[in-house]
Nanobody
Framework: QVRLVESGGGLVQAGGSLRLSCAAS????????MDWHRQVPGKQRELVAG???????NYADSVKGRFTISRDNAKSTMYLQMDSLKPEDTAVYYC????????????WGQGTQVTVSS
């Protein structure tokens, strides 16, 4: 069974930084694209950033220049470095991964709360 676990969320003041991690475990042959999403209660989940297996990245306009996505394929782990945080970045952050293995498919983590105080 493939499992994604996020960590690194918490409470930070505006202007501060946090680093999120997303670790995949289970029988995995390969992970293709990996993404970070976020959701605020009452709103749709939105894509924050994505990264391909070879390291190509894309970002939502709202986080460009402040967030950096990266991954370590050997550790099946993805990261999101969040700098210059704003109160509007407050949300539950979820990771997603396109996994190739005996149970191929798109998997999601359980989410980690990020709260930015003003």
């Amino acid at each position: 069974q493939v499992r994604l676990v996020e960590s690194g969320g918490g409470l930070v003041q505006a202007g501060g930084s946090l680093r999120l991690s997303c670790a995949a475990s289970g029988i995995i042959f390969k992970i293709n694209g990996m993404d970070w999403h976020r959701q605020v209660p009452g709103k749709q989940r939105e894509l924050v950033a994505g990264i391909t297996r070879d390291g190509s990245t894309n970002y939502a306009d709202s986080v460009k220049g402040r967030f950096t996505i990266s991954r370590d394929n050997a550790k099946s782990t993805m990261y999101l470095q969040m700098d210059s945080l704003k109160p509007e970045d407050t949300a539950v952050y979820y990771c997603a991964a396109d996994v190739i293995g005996p149970s191929s498919g798109t998997y999601w983590g359980q989410g980690t709360q990020v709260t930015v105080s003003s």
